[in-house]
């Protein structure tokens, strides 16, 4: 019976990594500056809808691969650390407990974190390692903006995915 | 969608063991960070830059330096404010736009990003992705990690495919022409696509786990394993020369 939760478990996280792959690289949003990519979407629905430990590894790995694969591999374990901590804190704050539904106060908290931990985590990490502080602070509207519409549209998308696919709660470990 | 990012070769890179090779690749990043002369740290670069493309190819070395120059252009452009310091080079007026310690600042950083950078690319433009998890696994890597990120790069094309479709499905349906909407109405619009494409992955998630538990995923019995790095000779010398190649660099940058 164990195997049996160990091969789903796997399964889960190898198709939730995917998934942060492909909304990472296909989906690109043109806007005035560059383009916005959905992999906040994909992040934040795992974290609503499948708990701390699936969002910790599917988001770190997701977007870490997504990096290796664009041919950006020095940002891949800076990639890691902050979506992996992304999606690790954002599922910790909306977990739930029993039937309570979330409250509204910790999904605004939960988007607080969200936004922070991506645009302070790039800033922090980058321009220790990578670029400049200058340069790493030049990017933190943009961050701000996609964590920030990524977090709202993986709140519309869980809710949306429950109801077409109602299994899905039964997956969350 | 390509997942791929190996490039067909012979050079000596390819034949380079991977544990070698990725024992050599973190030395190197490791090696950027060391304090030498902006000198050494550029002909350091250089040289790389040459020995990879002379096995990949220079379309490889010139692809890579397109896909970081608008992170180099932010760095130009930033060279005036981050550095205020030092013997002014250009002025405008009494605004002083370069000093010499913030070109030499810029020129060190563009270094060593492009550096890293290559030295990253260049690892899995010249070994396959399964001799990567091998040597990762090879450094105790889990087992179930290794599968993970295999199982993963299996189902990537798959939900990329009928994320296209979804998206192709839906864009018929629509009589407005997606590029006169503003960005707003266009995230809008992708929630049922989104939903679509989700609920199309985590539906394979059941058939994934039975076929692992079929394959006789989670026995206790010791696994076989398919691939193997037994092709790579003299394995020891490789070693040796990861370690010796980063202190020569840096005995150099010391010495001259």
């Known amino acids: ?173 | 969608m390509t997942t791929n990012t190996y490039i067909a070769g012979k050079g000596w890179l390819y034949r380079f063991d991977p544990r070698a090779k990725l024992l050599l690749m973190i030395l190197m990043c490791i090696w950027f960070f060391l304090p030498v002369s902006l000198l050494h740290l550029g002909i350091v670069v250089t040289l790389v830059v040459l020995v990879g493309s002379s096995n990949t190819g220079w379309h490889h070395a010139w692809r890579t330096f397109c896909s970081i120059s608008p992170m180099l252009l932010f760095m130009v452009l930033f060279m005036p404010f981050n550095v205020r310091e030092g013997v002014p080079l250009i002025t405008i007026g009494r605004f002083i736009l370069i000093t010499n310690e913030g070109l030499e600042q810029a020129l060190r950083l563009m270094s060593r990003f492009i550096g890293i950078t290559y030295v990253c690319t260049l690892l899995f433009a010249t070994t396959v992705m399964h001799e990567v998890m091998l040597a990762l696994r090879w450094y105790h890597l889990p087992y179930k990690a290794s599968l993970v990120v295999t199982l993963a790069f299996t189902y990537i094309p798959f939900i990329a495919d009928s994320f296209s479709q979804i998206t192709e499905s839906h864009r018929l349906r629509e009589a407005e022409d997606e590029q006169k909407k503003k960005v707003g109405h266009r995230l809008k619009d992708l929630v049922p696509t989104l939903t679509s494409a989700l609920v199309v992955a985590l539906r394979s998630i059941p058939n994934l786990a039975m076929s692992l538990e079929m394959r006789g995923f989670g026995r206790e019995e010791k696994r076989t394993s398919f691939h193997r790095l037994d092709a790579y000779h003299h394995v020891f010398i490789h070693f040796v020369l990861s370690c010796i190649i980063p202190i020569v660099f840096w005995l150099v940058s010391m010495l001259f």
């Not at chain 1, 909306?94 to 539904?101: E, F, L, S």
């Not at chain 1, 990017?139 to 949306?160: C, K, M, R, T």
């Open chain 1, 1 to 173: 019976m164990q195997g049996n939760r160990n091969a789903l478990k796997v399964a889960m996280v190898s198709v939730l990594t995917a998934v942060v792959v492909v909304f990472t690289m296909v989906v690109r949003i043109p806007t005035a500056r560059g383009y916005l990519n959905l992999c906040d979407v994909a992040i934040c629905f795992i974290a609503f809808t499948f708990g701390p430990w699936s969002a910790f590894i599917a988001a770190g790995l997701g977007t870490a691969l997504a990096d290796l694969i664009s041919g950006y591999a020095q940002w891949a374990p800076i990639s890691f650390v902050v979506h992996g901590l992304e999606g690790l804190l954002v599922a910790l704050i909306v977990q739930k407990k029993g039937d309570i539904a979330v409250s509204l106060g910790r999904k605004a908290l939960a988007a607080v974190v969200c936004i922070a931990t991506v645009s302070l985590g790039y800033f922090a990490l980058s321009a220790l390692f990578i670029t400049t502080v200058s340069v790493s602070a030049a990017e933190i509207p943009g961050n701000i903006a996609q964590s920030a519409v990524g977090f709202a549209l993986g709140l519309v998308v869980s809710a949306a995915v429950k109801r077409a696919y109602p299994p899905v709660s039964s997956l969350a470990w």
